[in-house]
């Protein structure tokens, strides 16, 4: 059950920071990082660079990427930006453009 | 063990910024808002906003329909509905709002305009429907 929830019709502009795990369905434009797990929903935008162990994403991120852990990229995600994790998937139909850095 | 669950539970879904979380900027939009943690930006929201016991909201301005405050809330208030201060809020600003209602214990320091009209016998300016009657509102 996620702590943080930014809901479909709403729009965060600004940093967010939190010890738990964020799924965003609306808009975040800035910074956003969490000590768990975010999750970008489908139909969700997101302008800002990401830091957190790991990261699902089904909608819309353009933004560096940090994550300690894990990064999936959902069918019908879209992805700008350079990610940097340990594990990485992209499945077919996800959209991305960026650099991969798995840290080998 | 990053649990991410996409739940769609459709449409408007309740947003609510956890007990851990910070978030500093603005936030706005269509959806009611449970804010747990600390928020510190201007709050501009067309649904209700539950400022949670324990949350911090540093602001300047705070608009929603419904407002419910159990936590530290500073900042100048509007609501479209009704606001509530449960006995934990601590509220420093200038709330305004169609009705407040305070809880004991709750601390308030500012300016509380609730809209209402008086009747005309009291003085208040009577709808001009001419007959001196109350209007009836609401």
């Known amino acids: ?104 | 063990m990053a649990q991410a669950r996409t739940s769609t539970r459709g449409g408007d879904r309740e947003a609510r910024i956890g007990r851990t979380a910070r978030v500093r900027g603005r936030v706005h939009g269509e959806g009611d808002l449970v804010i747990e943690g600390a928020v510190e930006g201007d709050l501009a929201i067309r649904g209700d906003l539950t400022v949670a016991e324990g949350a911090e909201v540093t602001s300047s301005t705070v608009e929603a329909h419904e407002v419910r405050i159990a936590g530290a809330l500073t900042g100048d208030v509007a609501a479209s509905g009704s606001v509530r201060l449960s006995g934990a809020a601590r509220v420093r600003g200038n709330v305004r709002a169609a009705a407040v209602a305070i809880d004991d214990g709750a601390r308030f320091s500012g300016r509380l305009e609730v809209e209402f009209e008086l009747p005309p016998e009291l003085g208040g300016a009577s709808r001009s429907e001419g007959r001196g009657r109350p209007a009836a509102r609401r």
Do not use: C, P, W, Y
Request: proline share 0%; no cysteine.
């Open chain 1, 1 to 104: 059950m996620a702590s943080t929830v930014i809901g479909a019709g709403i729009t965060v502009e600004g940093e967010i920071a939190t010890d738990e795990d964020v799924i965003v369905g609306g808009v975040v434009k800035g910074k956003l990082s969490a000590k768990e797990g975010v999750t970008i929903e489908h139909g969700a935008s997101v302008e800002a660079d990401v830091a957190s162990a790991s990261l699902v994403v089904a909608g819309s991120l353009i933004g560096n990427v940090s994550a300690s852990e894990r990064v999936d990229l959902q069918a019908g995600a879209r992805l700008v930006g350079n990610v940097k994790a340990a594990r990485v998937t992209i499945a077919d139909g996800a959209q991305f453009k960026g650099n991969v850095d798995m840290d080998i």
